[in-house]
């Protein structure tokens, strides 16, 4: 846990000059904090309150109004996140963590087991700033590395059991680039796996019509998004044993808390709906 209290004072704050895809941590980090504070808490992440407090940043202008509703669909991806973590340590205790693009991700606070290794990379800009304001504890280390740098697995122990997360990340790189990221991380770590989310054609069209509206939205782009198509080919590539969809955690609210999560299980219809929030997906690779 950090021990340094909230501090809001103008003075003391902490700038950001992120712009681009490192921007965008930006909105998740404020909806888990938006996520914690709300009247029914979705999320325990005292950690992310307190680094929006400390950053200089208009967070308020990032939800549009509805914050709520953002901090419900992204705690039900965070949680999703988090639970394969914590299935993994509570399989490999001890395990490595290796959080791709993990921005001010606050997950080591709220999955640490007290025994976890855990290896945060991301672009040097994102990580001047987590630097600053989320400093490495002894099992943490913190590499300035593009996620497709075939560089950082040699950072991280071949034989350690390791579990690779990227969240909010791989829409962002070319599919052809994305491919290449899993062959070579099947390549280093066989028998370990990843974790990452993907938009669906829902989310992608809905944030198409949405930005078409605003001016004050960082300029990344989602590249792709989950079809079938897009699973058969991460699915065959070299080195991966399977590729899965894990059960979404639920939400709070009528919808996300009960209508959706039961209009999934039947057995037809359920199939066709579509994601309003993103898929989350384990590759195996093969051992
Ligand atoms: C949407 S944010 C997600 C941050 C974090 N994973 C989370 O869920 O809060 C995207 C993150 O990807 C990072 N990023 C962008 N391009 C990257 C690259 N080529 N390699 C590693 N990280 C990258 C950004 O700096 C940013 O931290």
């Known amino acids: 846990m950090l021990t340094r209290m909230p501090d809001d004072s103008e003075a003391s704050r902490v700038p950001v000059e992120l712009t681009g895809v490192p921007e965008t941590l930006l909105w998740n980090l404020y909806h888990r904090a938006v996520a914690t504070r709300g009247p029914k808490p979705l999320l325990q992440d005292p950690e992310a309150v307190e680094v929006v407090g400390r950053l200089d940043h208009r967070f308020d202008a990032l939800d549009g109004g509805d914050a709520q509703r953002s901090a419900e669909w992204h705690a039900m991806r965070v949680r999703t996140f988090d639970a394969e973590v914590r299935r993994f340590l509570d399989a490999r205790p001890g395990g490595t963590v290796v959080a791709l693009g993990e921005g001010l991700e606050t997950q080591f606070h709220r999955v640490d087991d007290g025994r976890v290794r855990w290896v945060s ?38 034989t350690d059991p390791v579990l690779i997360t990227a969240q909010g990340l791989l829409m962002y790189f070319p599919l052809d680039e994305v491919a290449s990221l899993i062959e070579r991380c099947a390549h280093r ?32 782009e989602w590249l792709w998004s989950n079809n079938a198509a897009v699973r058969s080919r991460l699915a065959a590539l070299p080195g991966v044993a399977a590729l899965r969809r894990l059960p979404t955690a639920y939400g709070r609210s009528p919808l ?31 051992g």
């Open 256 to 286: 996300f808390g009960r209508a959706f999560p039961t209009l999934r299980r039947l057995p037809v219809l359920g199939k066709r709906l579509p994601d309003f929030h993103a898929p989350v997906f384990r590759l195996d690779f093969t």
């Open 189 to 220: 770590f066989p028998g370990q796996a990843l974790v990452f989310d993907a938009t669906s054609g829902w989310m992608r069209a809905a944030r198409a019509r949405n930005d078409a509206q605003r001016t004050d939205r960082s300029s990344a």
């Open 121 to 158: 990379i991301d672009l040097p800009e994102t990580i001047a700033l987590r630097r600053r304001v989320l400093p490495e504890g002894p099992r943490q280390r913190t590499l300035e590395f593009s996620a497709t740098d075939p560089e950082w697995p040699r950072h991280v122990g071949a």
